[in-house]
């Protein structure tokens, strides 16, 4: 049970994201939004990165990972493979969320990878991350 959909709001594009775990959300949040700036079926997964998270809510957390992504995105790497390591997003000794993202695409290449929609940011306002008695779900919403 993993879904996304869209809904407008205002000058921003809403997204919702349920599924059963945490890091199948998080993968699913990271494929939506990437889904919004450019067709994933054109990215081929040709370099990894990895890159460590940490923050002290799980909403935090999630606004942390999908604003790395856009800035990678900025800085001229296209990603559509993600996945996060671990069933679970753990908590560290500090108390803080954290886990290890793994994403795979390739550098942005305008012959191939039509850029459909401009994402400016990854807003706090009306974002959440909260669980539902039988799955994961959260909202935000992206500056366009």
């Not at 940490?54 to 800085?75: N, T, V």
């Not at 493979?81 to 886990?99: A, C, L, P, W």
Request: with cysteine.
């Amino acid at each position: 049970m993993t879904d996304v959909s869209f809904f407008e709001h205002t000058a921003d594009i809403g997204m919702t994201v349920r599924a059963k775990t945490r890091s199948a959300l998080f993968c699913k949040a990271a494929e939506g939004m990437m889904s919004l700036i450019l067709d994933l079926k054109t990215v081929r997964p040709l370099k990894t990165t990895t890159r460590f998270f940490d923050a002290q809510r799980g909403d935090l957390l999630l606004h942390d990972w999908l604003s790395e992504i856009l800035f990678l995105f900025e800085q001229g790497m296209a990603y559509a493979f993600f996945r996060v390591t671990g069933d679970n997003i753990s908590r560290s000794e500090s108390g803080n969320y954290r886990f290890q993202g793994i994403l795979r695409g390739e550098p942005v290449d305008l012959s191939r990878h039509d850029i459909c929609k401009e994402i400016k940011a990854v807003t706090r306002h009306d974002f959440s991350l909260q669980w539902n008695g039988n799955h994961w779900e959260a909202k935000m919403l992206f500056d366009v």
